[in-house]
């Protein structure tokens, strides 16, 4: 049983930072690939930011060049830091963990967190 939990969710006004974190047990976090994922009201849940086994990552354009996923392995944590908040950021956000192959490519997002909400006030 994989378990993720995701930390510290809020309230901030456009332009501010919020840094997310995502401590996982159950499992050696470095088999896994993670990602990011965030779902606002009425809308589709969607994959923003993602990290691999050795660290490599893909950023939806949105929110490119504003938040940075990273990863420690040994401390099966994973972190979003979210620079530049605007008001369309404002969704649920959640954290996820991807099984991987032999040779460390991401299969699906198996694994879920129960979510952390973020609140972009303009």
């Known amino acids: 049983q994989v378990q993720l939990v995701e930390s510290g969710g809020g309230s901030v006004q456009a332009g501010g930072s919020l840094r997310l974190s995502c401590a996982a047990s159950?499992?050696?976090?470095?088999?896994?690939?993670m990602g990011w994922f965030r779902q606002a009201p009425g809308k589709e849940r969607e994959a923003f930011a993602t990290i691999d086994l050795v660290g490599k990552t893909g950023y939806r354009d949105s929110v490119k060049g504003r938040f940075t996923i990273s990863r420690d392995n040994a401390k099966n944590t994973l972190y979003l830091q979210m620079n530049s908040l605007k008001p369309e950021d404002t969704a649920m956000y959640y954290c996820?963990?991807?099984?991987?192959?032999?040779?460390?490519?991401?299969?699906?997002?198996?694994?879920w967190g129960q979510g952390t909400q973020v609140t972009v006030s303009s």
């Open positions: 159950g499992y050696t976090g470095s088999r896994y690939c």
């Open positions: 996820a963990a991807a099984p991987t192959t032999a040779i460390g490519n991401c299969r699906n997002y198996d694994y």
